[in-house]
């Protein structure tokens, strides 16, 4: 058997032995995730060494691992094997070994000098996932560092290779072509809705298994509209196969949607399906459009996995695969139009995910700063700082961001940092039994549903009634800590307080005038559900929470907690602090001291306020709320816009600087001193804030601005008219017979800048615009004249403008 990619491995072998990083851009159906391994066993240098290749999905690794066994006639385990979550097929004889996400990086982190092995392959990199770009900058690192013999070979089926090329310090790229066959494409007239996206998707689907033979393909954003699908199809083609497949299913179920069967299939799929896996006879693809991609909220501390339009070069591969075995057909339930608005690539995984694992593994990996490592794209610093936050909260990281002892033990678990710090929290507490089910439980179970009962499916899984996902988890944590049973007995008062050490910011306080409105240690608001008979306890624990926006958040899981607990775990018992801030309901400034976890105050007494405390509070207060929560009358909002014009057009290097984004920066010393006084929101609105902006400038400085930025000029009609500087350029609006005699449009900011005259009529309308009086006169007066003359006789409307008497009057009063 033959692949596309065997044309160029012999320039990929020749191209490796003289570059420690290779680049190879072959699209799905070329072979390069089979080919490639057994090709390089015998690439000289190598010495025996083995091949690791990081496979992003457990599926496609296991597929993979059993194809190329079955080429060489060998079982999964000998030469070939594979490493993914809570599972392991290897021997002493293995050379080439297919892992799963987190394995290399755990692999790095025991062995950083990847003893016995000579080539890491980054398979599908073009999706961009967070453990294959962490994987990749510690790979160079030890490359760099310890392993200048290491190779390292980026695979990749859409990707913009010449990018990632001077990212990878200009390392070479080989192209292979793929095996597709024409494809048919064709869009719905219009897009289907998420909330619609079921019913079309499964009329397409009747539509083409009467217009065709032939497998069918059908992508859909997650497992629950997978499920109700599957439901829809099975009623009424009981002839047909109808299988799901989606990463929460266990590894059979998914193999029975990708193995040949003796009947015509339906597959349907999420992203899973797009590029690793080969699902054989599939000649029609019916695409959603949609896909389920987290989101990381660092301002909330939550991923929210969104439901959005897939990219561009995800509609490209999934057509592609109806075009394996011959001519196929896609089609898309979107519109044309839809397309073109599609991302080109969908935003790698660093940028939008929680970072709390990557920063545990750099600090475990020792270092501070993220730049020292070389990355294809660097994390973001907000998210990594939001995660290093929470990490010091788990009690991971020291002050210096240093692990602690608790932090070395959690990076021995391969679990999020939360339920790492659980697990342990749970064998000290003698319950490893409960901490185990209840790591499976939250780290394979859907989470953020409505209504979720987390004792009811925990007694689920002690019952061996979970899903499949959840109970081969617990199977393996029971193996990890060498115990065979679930705990005997569910304590609720006990997992609250596991759940407490792993979720400490989101220890929930009930807020004063409701049952259902709650305060989260982190400073977030939410909202229990109506239906919680939760509703009124005192203290919570929200694990689920969902919503859109900050201020609309909605706790869907969450147990109770006792306050006696919560003084014993956090330390709130004799700890008083002083805390100024502002009060919403009272509109003012309180000083207090307080006992408390985060934003929870668990009691508090009255403090006197100095003025360092009152400005202190109000600086934090209108930095987070904006500049808009002063109070500015007609004329510091125009004091404000002369003084932004000025710094737009001054090359004064110490002018300062006026915009919105300065003043907030510089807050403290042009409005601080106004604020040691202030205690309530009615003396905030009676701030000079006219004196506050203009301490900002001295005596010759305050000259300088009347002369570049004049607050009125004297027109030649004799009136001392006001310009306007809200817009992008000054505008000065002044009635037509004003100007009579004035040949230029005046000139400020030096002579740099010409005003915006807007000509009004003896009404005040609007009549005409210019920034050139000149031209005017010359070619816009004679037909305003011939328009208006006849509507306002009464003013004058002389045949020379240029040499006419201004004036403010009619015709009458001036004579």
């Not at 005003?755 to 009004?760: E, G, K, P």
Request: charged letters at 25%; a neutral charge.
């Amino acid at each position: 058997m033959t692949f596309p990619v065997d044309q160029v491995l012999p320039q990929l072998r020749a191209t490796l032995s003289s570059h420690p990083i290779v680049i190879l851009q072959a699209p799905p159906g070329a072979g390069k995730t089979t080919r490639v391994p057994p090709a390089l066993l015998d690439l000289p240098g190598l010495d025996g060494q083995k091949i690791l290749m990081l496979e992003p999905r457990r599926i496609a690794a296991v597929n993979a691992a059993d194809f190329m066994a079955r080429q060489r006639g060998e079982a999964v385990g000998r030469t070939v094997g594979y490493t993914i979550r809570y599972e392991r097929k290897v021997s002493s004889a293995t050379r080439i070994e297919v892992v799963t996400e987190g394995v290399l990086t755990r692999r790095l982190q025991s062995d950083p000098e990847l003893h016995s092995i000579g080539v890491v392959i980054f398979d599908e990199f073009h999706e961009r996932n967070l453990h294959s770009d962490l994987a990749l900058a510690l790979c160079r690192d030890v490359q760099q560092g310890l392993r200048p013999d290491l190779k390292i070979v980026v695979m990749s089926a859409t990707l913009d290779s010449e990018n990632l090329s001077a990212r990878l310090g200009n390392a070479p790229v080989i192209s292979s072509e793929g095996r597709t066959y024409p494809i048919t494409i064709s869009h719905s007239g219009q897009d289907a809705l998420v909330k619609e996206i079921v019913p079309a998707t499964v009329a397409s689907v009747r539509k083409a298994l009467q217009q065709g033979d032939g497998d069918i393909l059908v992508f859909m954003p997650g497992a629950y509209q997978i499920d109700r699908t599957v439901e829809a199809l099975s009623r009424n083609h009981r002839d047909i196969d109808i299988c799901p497949l989606y990463g929460g299913l266990s590894l059979a179920e998914q193999r029975r949607a990708i193995e040949p069967g003796s009947r015509r299939k339906v597959v349907v799929a999420t992203n899973v399906a797009e590029t690793s896996l080969t699902i054989e006879g599939v000649c029609t693809v019916i695409d959603s459009g949609f896909e389920k991609r987290p989101r990381f909220d660092a301002a909330r501390g939550l991923t929210i996995l969104e439901t959005v339009r897939i990219s561009a070069a995800s509609a490209t591969q999934r057509a592609g695969r109806a075009g394996r075995l011959g001519p196929g057909n896609c089609h898309r339930l979107w519109s044309e139009g839809t397309q073109g608005a599609l991302l080109v690539q969908a935003p790698p995984e660093i940028f939008v995910a929680d970072l709390a694992p990557l920063a545990l593994d750099l600090a475990h990996w020792g270092i501070a700063d993220a730049d020292s490592l070389t990355w294809v794209d660097p994390p973001p610093a907000g998210h990594l700082k939001a995660a290093r936050h929470l990490l010091q909260l788990l009690g991971a990281l020291d002050p210096r961001l240093q692990l602690t002892d608790i932090g070395r033990k959690m990076t021995e678990l391969p679990a999020h940092p939360r339920l790492a710090r659980l697990l342990l929290q749970a064998q000290q507490d003698g319950c490893p039994e409960l901490g185990s089910d209840l790591v499976a439980l939250l780290g394979e179970g859907k989470g953020s549903g409505q209504g979720r009962d987390l004792i009811d499916e925990l007694q689920r899984v002690g019952s061996g009634r979970a899903t499949p996902t959840v109970a081969r988890a617990a199977r393996f944590w029971r193996q990890r800590f060498k115990f065979s049973g679930s705990a005997a007995r569910i304590d609720e008062t006990q997992v609250a307080r596991l759940l407490a050490v792993a979720y400490p910011d989101r220890i929930a306080q009930l807020r004063a005038g409701g049952d259902r409105q709650y305060l989260l240690a982190n400073g977030m608001a939410a909202e229990l559900e109506s239906a919680s008979h939760l509703r009124g306890s005192e203290f919570l624990i929200a694990v689920d929470l969902y919503g859109r926006s900050r201020s609309e958040v909605t706790i869907s899981a969450a147990l109770p907690f006792i306050r006696d607990d919560f003084e014993k775990m956090f330390g709130a018992g004799d700890e008083w602090q002083r805390r100024v801030e502002w009060d919403d309901q009272r509109q003012q400034v309180l000083a207090q001291e307080v006992r408390s976890h985060g934003a929870l105050v668990l009691q508090a007494r009255p403090a006197k306020a100095t003025s360092d405390d009152l400005r202190s509070a109000w600086l934090n207060w209108i930095g987070k709320k904006g500049l808009d929560v002063l109070h500015w009358d007609k004329t510091t909002v125009a004091l404000r816009q002369r003084l932004r014009f000025v710094s737009m057009q001054t090359e004064d290097a110490d002018w300062p600087d006026f915009s919105d984004a300065g003043l907030l920066t510089d807050l403290e010393s042009w409005l601080g001193p106004f604020l040691d006084t202030v205690r309530t929101a009615a003396q905030l609105r009676r701030v000079d804030l006219k004196s506050a902006l203009l301490a900002r400038l001295d005596w010759p400085a305050r000259q300088r601005l009347d002369e570049l930025a004049p607050e009125r000029i004297n027109v030649p009609g004799g009136s001392n008219v006001r310009i306007d500087y809200s817009g992008e350029q000054p505008v000065l609006a002044v009635k037509l017979q004003e100007l009579f005699g004035l040949a230029e449009s005046p000139r400020i900011a030096g002579g740099r800048v010409p005003v915006l005259i807007h000509l009004l009529s003896p009404a005040g309308r609007p009549l005409q615009v210019t920034s050139d009086l000149h031209s005017f006169w010359e070619n816009g007066y004679p037909e305003v004249k011939k328009e208006m003359k006849g509507r306002y006789p009464k003013h004058p409307w002389p045949d020379d403008p240029w040499n006419a008497e201004p004036t403010r009057k009619t015709n009458r009063s001036k004579s």
